[in-house]
């Protein structure tokens, strides 16, 4: 019995120990799986990670073609100019440009009737014509959303509220295998101020390629290795393109991160070791499954976050601010409560891109809105709408003071000057404001209303906000009748004529010259005053068409009579167009004057410009003879640096002075410092608005060269300036300054 304990001692103890290894075996084997599920799972959600990273990026890249377009075609230049086939606008901001700054490699302006008005490749002129490659797949869509247009516009005088959202995007394939993303959109005008007819409408079409850049440029940004495109894969990290019948059209793959398989390899000799010690190794595990479940929820929230959110600023896209509007009034709150919905522009934000750049623009894009939500409370939504556009939508607003103490923060924050490359820049913002129950309008025309407040805020003059009220609507009406009237004047031109306001040598009272002035002898209104259809006209763009007749009929009235020289003001608005000073030269060359017997009267706010376009415009017309005046001087911001920079010829003193100038002696002193100052520019000085003797007799003495008045003459017709010339010429006017 003795003898047989060893033996079964042996026995049992090779038993554990087989049970023991048996168990070691199985154990690590379970961990082992365990582990190989875990990081099996943990990659399969990595690789649906990475599609659902790949989708979401496509579908940026997709879904921001037609925001770029609406970024140029959703404007009345843009319809103005493709409807005149002006080609260098439509290059500079429509087909090369949105080719070159967008990285849409083909760009098509496409006419009305169907025909190529522009195409643009990889940012350059690429003729009038379809490439052929393209033709298949823009033909058909060109032709569906024409048909959507006119369905849409069916019966309607105006089609731009109509269409304004209609568009086609789809993925498809061409011949040659490529994919692209197609994307169609209406030209259509940014406020009522032009009108399109069904069918007038122009369209802008891009064809962007899913090609190895744009592939390469999302694996950078998303950390997705060596993502390309394949015809056909069965591997599990792929990614199937679908067209707009949901056929796959192209499959993309890529190398998956395998985050749980690289970790296991690498760690194998130390996972070993972990095994020994246990809870080592459990927690090594615990902290390795959380950490790749914490990146894993990381990248969730950055493609939820990047679907709803502006990628440029930070602010909420159009999606996620029209579901936070819908939630604002539907919101029951404790106590009687309203809305507040603000519409916010930025005035004469293309002037700004045109003259720092479209990075400083984006820049300054980024601050606006910073600034915006750092004003407002948690509750409040900042919205991106697209291009300048920016929106602020808070409920539980409970008086219009709270409301307006809110609009009047937001403006006084955004006064203040941005700092764009290390550069102050000031900007203006126009605001406007509808504060509304929620029950008792839809979310459509409480945006509706706030467009209309910012369109009174932008015809009072900009920066500034105004509330909504019903008589706005009435006011636009009246405007917008008033528009149509002066477009139809422009037409027929029967209904405009010119005065000329004789301006007099100071000291030998002889005629030096006249102002031409325009004048509107409405059928039904009667005389309309110029400040009201003036700036109407620079208001609606009709500026151009107005100042371009204006100019042409007091130029052929100088060469008709023996007139030293015409004066004809100019609009800091028609300065925006880059041929001024050629249709201006070309005028002279019709009509036969000399160039040095016209002169343009401009006012200090094109100066303040310093634009390169005024600055070329100007400096062409001086060189070809032209003579500048600059009108209303001292009324505004007076730099001598201005009046050396551009070389003006001519300061006129405003009325306000002249009115002024007896009683009121440092006024005369300024006036003489005026005269004084011009002396050593070598200019001459015009003052404006003498009305009695006493006025003639100390401007004269105080330097000024040229006097101009009602004491003088009033604005005469074409008939009455000749027979004041012949009364010049017998000396009876003469002798009014005889007496000095």
């Excluded at 019948?245 to 190398?255: D, F, P, R, V």
């Amino acid at each position: 019995m003795l003898s047989s304990m060893p033996i079964t001692r042996n026995r049992v103890t090779t038993q554990i120990f087989w049970a023991s290894l048996l168990l070691g075996f199985c154990l690590v084997s379970a961990l082992a799986a365990c582990l190989w599920w875990a990081a099996g799972r943990i990659d399969a959600r990595a690789i649906a990670e990475e599609r659902m990273t790949v989708e979401a990026a496509l579908r940026q890249e997709m879904e921001r073609i037609p925001i770029d377009q609406d970024g140029s075609a959703v404007w009345d230049d843009a319809v103005l100019n493709v409807r005149n086939n002006n080609q260098d606008w439509i290059a500079d901001n429509l087909a090369d440009w949105m080719s070159e700054f967008f990285g849409h490699n083909r760009v098509y302006v496409i006419s009305p009737e169907g025909r190529v008005i522009r195409a643009a490749e990889d940012g350059a002129y690429a003729g009038t014509t379809y490439k052929p490659i393209d033709v298949s797949v823009l033909l058909p869509r060109l032709a569906q959303l024409r048909r959507q247009m006119a369905e849409a516009s069916l019966g309607l005088e105006d089609s731009t509220a109509a269409i304004a959202d209609l568009g086609v995007l789809e993925a498809d394939r061409l011949s040659d295998g490529s994919v692209v993303f197609v994307s169609i959109r209406p030209v259509v005008p940014s406020s009522s101020n032009v009108l399109q007819s069904p069918g007038s409408e122009a369209l802008i079409a891009s064809v962007k390629l899913v090609d190895v850049p744009m592939l390469t440029e999302i694996s950078e940004r998303f950390g997705i290795k060596n993502l390309h495109q394949v015809h056909y894969t069965k591997d599990e990290a792929a990614f199937r393109i679908r067209d707009g019948l949901g056929h796959a059209i192209a499959s993309l793959t890529w190398t998956p991160a395998r985050p749980a398989a690289a970790l296991l390899v690498e760690t194998a000799p130390a996972t070993v070791g972990l095994l020994l010690v246990g809870l080592t190794s459990v927690v090594a595990l615990l902290i390795w499954l959380l950490t790749t479940s914490l990146k894993l929820e990381k990248s969730r929230e950055q493609t939820a976050y990047f679907a709803l959110h502006d990628p440029l600023t930070g602010a909420a896209n159009r999606i996620l601010f029209d579901r936070k509007l819908r939630e604002a009034m539907n919101y029951e709150f404790l106590a009687r409560a309203q809305i507040l919905l603000v519409s916010i522009d930025l005035d004469h934000f293309k002037e700004i891109n045109d003259a720092l750049g479209h990075a400083a623009g984006d820049q300054l894009l980024k601050e606006v809105a910073q600034r915006l939500m750092f004003e407002l409370p948690e509750e409040a939504t900042v919205g991106r709408l697209g291009g300048d556009e920016f929106a602020v939508v808070q409920p539980g607003i409970i008086s219009e003071g709270q409301a307006l103490w809110i609009c009047q923060r937001l403006l006084n924050a955004l006064e203040k000057p941005f700092h764009i490359d290390d550069s102050p820049v000031v900007v203006t913002f126009s605001l406007g404001v509808a504060l509304e129950d929620g029950a008792s309008v839809s979310h459509e025309e409480i945006l509706r209303r706030a467009d209309v407040a910012l369109y009174a805020a932008k015809a009072e003059g900009r920066d500034r906000f105004k509330l909504y009220n019903e008589s706005m609507d009435q006011s636009r009406r009246e405007k917008r009748a008033l528009e149509i009237e002066l477009r139809n004047a422009l037409l027929n031109k029967q209904e405009f004529y010119l005065q000329y306001q004789p301006i007099f040598a100071a000291r030998s009272g002889k005629i030096a010259g006249v102002e031409a002035l325009v004048r509107w002898q409405h059928p039904i209104r009667g005389a309309m005053p110029p400040d009201q259809f003036i700036s109407l006209a620079e208001e609606t763009g009709l500026i151009d068409q107005l100042g371009h007749w204006v100019m042409g009929e007091a130029c052929r009235m100088a060469v008709a009579s023996e007139l030293p020289w015409v004066a004809v003001n100019v609009s800091p608005i028609q300065f925006r167009d880059p041929q001024l000073a050629d249709k201006i030269l070309e005028i002279l060359v019709q009509s036969g004057l000399a160039a040095d017997r016209l002169e343009i009267e401009i006012t200090e706010g094109v100066l303040l410009q310093n634009s390169p376009i005024v600055q070329q415009t100007l400096t062409r017309l001086r060189e070809a003879g032209v003579r500048v005046a600059l009108d209303d001087f001292g009324t505004g911001y007076s730099s001598i640096s201005y009046l050396r920079a551009y070389a003006v010829d001519k300061l006129k003193i405003d009325q306000s002075f002249t009115q002024l100038v007896i009683e009121d002696h440092a006024i005369a002193r300024i006036v003489r410092s005026i005269a004084e100052m011009a002396e050593a520019l070598g200019m001459s000085v015009t003052a404006e608005g003498i009305e009695d003797e006493a006025q003639r007799r100390t401007l004269a003495n105080l330097g000024c060269t040229h006097l101009q008045g009602y004491l003088l003459s009033r604005p005469l017709t074409g008939t009455q300036l000749t027979a004041l010339l012949a009364e010049h010429h017998s000396g009876a006017l003469v002798r009014l300054f005889a007496r000095d």
